[in-house]
Structure formats: structure tokens, C-alpha cells
């Protein structure tokens, strides 16, 4: 089996040819797909065919499957706790995953990875998803704002998510919580990363409310405003993509209104939280 990579920026994102993830995977080829994957954070699977099945054993190949908090949580009743859908029909007000974000970085231990497959791309050609390459963002920060960052934490919490998309939680309901280091360590390369995002960061822990507002909104701007550290996915109707969600912030484009999109994610856990980074 020959796999042929080709990089989408020399930053992040690859799409992989060659190889059918439906089928048993061996010890190599698994073997590369990780080493690729260390190096581009965001690989894309065209033309590939997968029952739900399929899509959670190419995942498993990674690491265990994780459960979203929506399930745990009670809030999102029936379904495969496993697969988190992201269905937006034609009539939609909103979409899933529309500001920059890596997912549900308010878990003790947010996902590694997760697996996005797309079935059904919008006819009228929208519907991309941006990826962000958060070792470029804190290489890029100045010595200064590196070295007032190293060593703090912020607190990330879900509740702001779904305050985003007019959910409120029951009383007894709970949704996580949780500290993360804001320069963090890449457990398997060692090396830095931006650890904040819009969606669940709420505040960097302290300092003064008003100064971490300010620093948040200027790390935010950052990222969505800096092409160098993206690439930009189209997607076509049976695309899986899997991004390394502990170095990489994404953001789903919602430019399709009156058309539908529908995929549904995977993610994975390693058991192992952000740890902060060393300088
Ligand atoms: C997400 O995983 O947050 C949504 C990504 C997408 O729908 O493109």
C-alpha cells in the first residue's frame, strides 16, 4: 500500500492518498499515519466509505473513544454516546463549532484528537473548516508575552459553550470545568503551545478580570486573524479529517445558510491532561 501525502501550507494539514481506513490498518502503516500526523496536526481522508463503525475503529488505532460531556451531562438524551453529531438542516439558525475553538477544553482531560466525517457537504459549496497551529501561535508571541504567560493557568469552563448556542443547564446538571496551563507541553513532542480558546476559556487565573480580558481577546485576534498559522479545509461528501485537538484550534464556516451539512465526530483520549510547558 503506497500512501502519498501532500501538504496543504508547510504549517499544518495533509490529505493522505492511498489508503482505504475502512479496512484493517497494520502495525506500519498505523505507525506512519501517527508519525504523519505528529507532523502535519491535521490529516484529510477523501472518498472514504465508513459505517460508524468503521469511523470508531479507525479512531480506536489512536487511542480510546471519548464521551462528549453533552451525554454525560444528561443534556443531549439518546444516541451513540460515542459519536457526536453535528447535523445543521437547511433551516438551521446556527452550526456547530462556529468560533475558533479546540474541543471541549473544559474536560480534566480534553480530547487528543478528534475524527470529523462529513457526509453531506452544503450544495451551495460552503461549509469549510479552518485549522489553527498552536505551536506557530506561542512561537510567535514576543520573548516578553512568552515569558508573562509561562507559568499561569486559565480557568476553561462549558457553560460559556453552551450559554453560545442558548443552552442552559438544570438544576443537578452539571457540565466540566477545569485549569489548564495557557502555555502548555505537547505530551509527545515536548513542545510549547497556545492553550486558550473563545469558546471555553473563561479567564486566566490570577490576575485582575480586566487585565485577563485583555489578553485573552488579543490571543484570540492572534490566532483568527494570522493566515500563517492555518490551512482551510473543503470538504467533499465522504471526508473524514482528524486533527490533534491539544495543538490545534479549528473553526467551522457557516456561509451555507438554507442548505444542509451533516458529519459526525469522533474524539479520543490519551488520559493524559495539558501539562504546562517547561519554557
Ligand atoms: C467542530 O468539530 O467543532 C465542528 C467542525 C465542523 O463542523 O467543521
Redesign the pocket.
Known amino acids: 500500500m503506497i500512501i502519498e501525502v501532500s501538504a496543504i501550507t508547510p504549517g499544518i494539514g495533509a490529505e493522505i492518498t492511498g489508503l482505504d481506513i475502512s479496512q484493517p490498518l497494520d502495525r506500519d502503516t498505523i505507525a506512519s499515519l501517527r508519525e504523519l500526523f505528529t507532523r502535519h496536526l491535521v490529516l484529510v481522508f477523501r472518498d472514504q466509505v465508513l459505517s460508524r463503525e468503521d469511523h470508531k475503529q479507525f479512531a480506536r488505532y489512536f487511542a480510546e473513544l471519548h464521551v462528549h460531556p453533552s451525554h454525560r451531562s444528561g443534556l443531549n438524551k439518546g444516541g451513540d454516546p460515542e459519536i457526536?453529531v453535528?447535523d445543521?438542516p437547511a433551516d438551521a439558525k446556527q452550526?456547530?463549532?462556529e468560533a475558533w475553538?479546540s474541543?471541549v477544553s473544559c474536560e480534566a482531560i480534553p480530547p487528543m484528537a478528534?475524527l470529523?466525517y462529513?457526509t453531506k457537504v452544503p450544495d451551495n459549496g460552503g461549509?469549510?473548516?479552518m485549522f489553527a497551529n498552536m505551536y506557530e501561535a506561542y512561537n510567535e508571541l514576543s520573548k516578553d508575552l512568552k515569558a508573562l504567560l509561562l507559568g499561569k493557568t486559565a480557568f476553561h469552563d462549558g457553560e460559556i459553550d453552551l450559554r453560545n448556542y442558548g443552552i442552559k443547564l438544570a438544576v443537578g446538571q452539571q457540565y466540566p470545568q477545569a485549569s489548564h496551563p495557557i502555555i502548555a507541553r505537547h505530551p509527545e513532542t515536548g513542545r510549547s503551545l497556545l492553550f486558550v480558546n473563545g469558546s471555553f476559556t473563561s479567564h486566566i487565573e490570577g490576575i485582575p478580570r480586566w487585565e485577563s480580558d485583555m489578553l485573552l481577546s488579543g490571543l484570540y485576534d492572534f490566532v483568527a486573524t494570522n493566515a500563517r498559522l492555518q490551512c482551510r479545509?473543503k470538504?467533499t461528501q465522504n471526508t473524514l479529517?482528524m486533527w490533534d485537538n491539544r495543538c490545534v484550534q479549528?473553526?467551522?464556516?457557516r456561509d451555507y445558510a438554507g442548505f444542509a451539512?451533516y458529519?459526525e465526530?469522533v474524539s479520543i483520549i490519551d488520559g493524559k491532561p495539558p501539562e504546562p510547558a517547561l519554557q
Open positions: 457526536f453535528i445543521t452550526s456547530n463549532g475553538h474541543d478528534s470529523l462529513v461549509g469549510d473548516t479545509v470538504w479529517v479549528h473553526q467551522a464556516i451539512r458529519g465526530r
